[in-house]
């Protein structure tokens, strides 16, 4: 069964570094999701992209962190500089169905973020 | 905000009881409802999903249930077993709201052997 590969699946940094998280979704998704875990809690949107254009990023703070999807396939999430509390895991997720259209969202195993 | 949320954050339950995980949502503009499962350092795993134009819906020994009078959704693992360990989450769509998902906070089952 395909699935979302993300990458790193674990990444520590020290606090005012930079670090970049990956996602390949499942090939022919065009709809393309980021989303935050904090430990004990349910994940929360950061950022949807249908095909290469943000869809809504109005959860994302933009002062620290950016993401594109350049092509249209795999993305890149990004935080300049890292804070003590952006530890979390970061999920990304992909959709066959476009915006507008319910269908499940097929979740990677994330990258799990530590900031020292 | 409106938000999806969870009774119970912990549920015990022996082997091979039938296992209830309820979520009360309280958007109603929501019509789109998932239940996913995650087991510890993965990622949420799809299980089951049912649209507002529905009140039940069955898979392989699950079943969700939709009671929109109440704004209340449920998810049944019938003969429950050790692999069902895990955090299970309801996620709800809110119509037009273009394919974003909005959690609940998890509820964590805990399979007794």
């Known amino acids: 069964e395909a699935e979302v590969a993300q990458s790193p699946r674990y990444k520590i940094t020290e606090k005012s570094q930079a670090v970049a998280f990956w996602c390949d979704p499942i090939s022919g998704h065009a709809t393309l999701y980021w989303y935050r875990q904090i430990l004990g809690q349910g994940p929360e949107l950061l950022v949807q992209?249908?095909?290469?254009?943000?869809?809504?990023d109005s959860q994302l703070p933009k002062d620290r962190f950016s993401a594109e999807r350049l092509k249209g396939v795999d993305s890149t999430l990004k935080i300049q500089p890292a804070e003590l509390g952006d530890s979390a895991m970061y999920l990304c997720?992909?959709?066959?169905?476009?915006?507008?259209?319910?269908?499940?969202?097929?979740f990677g195993n994330g990258t799990r973020l530590t900031v020292t | 905000g409106e938000s999806v949320g969870l009774h119970l954050p912990t549920l015990s339950v022996q082997e091979g009881d039938n296992s209830i995980i309820n979520c009360a949502y309280s958007n109603s503009a929501s019509d789109y409802f998932i239940w996913y499962k995650q087991e510890s350092g993965k990622g949420p795993q799809f299980i089951i999903d049912i649209r507002s134009n529905m009140d039940k819906r069955q898979g392989q020994r699950v079943t969700v249930l939709l009671n929109k009078t109440v704004k209340h959704l449920s998810l049944q693992i019938a003969a429950t077993q050790p692999g069902d360990s895990a955090v299970y989450f309801c996620a709800e769509n809110i119509r037009n709201a273009g394919n974003m998902l909005t959690f609940g906070g998890g509820t964590r089952l805990m399979v007794k052997p």
């Open positions: 992209f249908q095909d290469e254009s943000v869809v809504d």
């Open positions: 997720a992909s959709s066959l169905a476009p915006q507008g259209r319910n269908s499940p969202l097929h």
